[in-house]
């Protein structure tokens, strides 16, 4: 149970940072009101690191679905496991969107725009057409495991002289990298849809907007709410097949 119990924490860290700085940059009378894409993609990525620090050795970290099936879908992960790591991660971001919306309780009154309530839990496109959509989810969720398991991959090859650097790379620093990529693909890839390139991360949060007594706070836009779900799925089979294709990995 403890690494179910890891992806939940983990998972429940992720958005509890990062649903908390879109929080903060768009809910009125916030005195990070207006800090503009680089703060919330800049805070994204902070809190994929800091998740993947305390849950990373206990769990490997996956705090997303499209990660976990990505990896069993190449044989690098029990398949047995899949379905509790799963309900763990959409668990767990439910719980973090819950978190964030007690932290911001007053600012929901203040703030007028259903739309900017909705967005600190869930993405939505900024030129709403499916099959971009998708492909952009697609190709950024792929970047994103194939990304995670070349740094993965770097850190048996660490070494100073004749020292093994390779423990500090994979506890020390690799989470840190992984962090530094969500950040990356936030700003070069995030424009089109928000960038949830991860189904929990989306469908956790929409749920609980969904059920919170939220003021003023309008429609969960479930008509979207697929593409953040499935499209994730696809794009972390696929990262990983290039991965296990390229031969890379060994």
């Known amino acids: 149970m403890s690494v179910y119990l890891a992806e939940f924490l983990g998972t429940a860290i992720l958005i509890l940072l990062g649903g908390g ?25 902070m809190a994929v690191a800091m998740a993947v620090y305390t849950v990373g050795t206990v769990s490997g970290a996956h705090l997303n679905p499209a990660v976990t099936l990505g990896l069993a879908s190449i044989g690098d992960f029990d398949w047995a496991l899949v379905p509790g790591y799963m309900a763990a991660q959409l668990v767990g971001a439910f719980t973090g ?3 964030v919306y007690l932290a ?16 600190v839990f869930s993405t939505a496109p900024a030129v709403r057409n499916p099959v971009a959509n998708i492909i952009t989810e697609v190709i950024g969720t792929a970047m994103l495991v194939l990304g995670v398991l070349g740094i993965g991959a770097n850190s048996g090859h660490v070494t100073q002289g004749d020292v093994d650097l390779s423990g500090l790379f994979s506890t020390g620093i690799a989470p840190l990298l992984v962090g530094l990529l969500v950040l990356a693909i936030g700003l070069s890839l995030g424009g089109p849809t928000g960038y949830a390139i991860n189904p929990a991360r989306d469908l956790g949060p929409r749920l609980a907007h969904a059920v919170l007594p939220i ?24 990262g ?3 991965w296990r294709l390229t031969g890379f990995g060994g």
Do not use: C, M, Q, R
């Not at 911001?104 to 967005?119: Q, R, S």
């Open 215 to 238: 003021p003023g706070k309008g429609s969960s836009d479930w008509s979207y709410a697929w593409i953040p779900v499935v499209a994730p799925l696809i794009g972390g089979v696929l």
């Open 21 to 45: 700085v879109v929080a903060g940059v768009t809910l009125t009378k916030s005195k990070a009101f207006n800090g503009g894409w680089i703060v919330i993609t800049f805070g994204w990525g």
């Open 240 to 242: 990983a097949w290039v």
């Open 104 to 119: 911001y309780l007053p600012h929901w009154k203040e703030t007028g725009d259903p739309a900017t309530k909705l967005g």
């Open 97 to 99: 969107a819950v978190l």
